[in-house]
Nanobody, 115 residues
Framework: QVQLVESGGGLVQAGGSLRLSCAAS????????MDWYRQAPGAQRVLVAT???????MYANSVKGRFTISRDNAKNTIYLQMNSLKPEDTAVYYC?????????WGQGTQVTVSS
């Protein structure tokens, strides 16, 4: 059974940093695209960053240069390092992967950036 468990969210002042973690079980992150999404209050869930099995990365324009996605294959865990945080980064952050046609989501972790 595939499980994704996020952690690392919290309250931070604008300009600060946080590192989110997503621990995977039931799959190997080495062989799957792994995504970070976020959902702000009243908004749709949007893609923030992706890391591919070949370690290629993709970022939403809104976070380029500030966020970095990475993975630790030995720990089967992906990370999202978030620097220079802004109030508009406030959202619930979700880890997601896909196995075949099925998508798997974590439970989310809240990130709140105060101005």
């Amino acid at each position: 059974q595939v499980q994704l468990v996020e952690s690392g969210g919290g309250l931070v002042q604008a300009g600060g940093s946080l590192r989110l973690s997503c621990a995977a079980s039931g799959i190997s992150i080495t062989f799957n695209d792994m995504d970070w999404y976020r959902q702000a209050p009243g908004a749709q869930r949007v893609l923030v960053a992706t890391i591919t099995p070949g370690a290629g990365t993709m970022y939403a324009n809104s976070v380029k240069g500030r966020f970095t996605i990475s993975r630790d294959n030995a720990k089967n865990t992906i990370y999202l390092q978030m620097n220079s945080l802004k109030p508009e980064d406030t959202a619930v952050y979700y880890c997601k992967t896909r196995v075949g046609a099925r998508a798997y989501w974590g439970q989310g972790t809240q990130v709140t950036v105060s101005s």
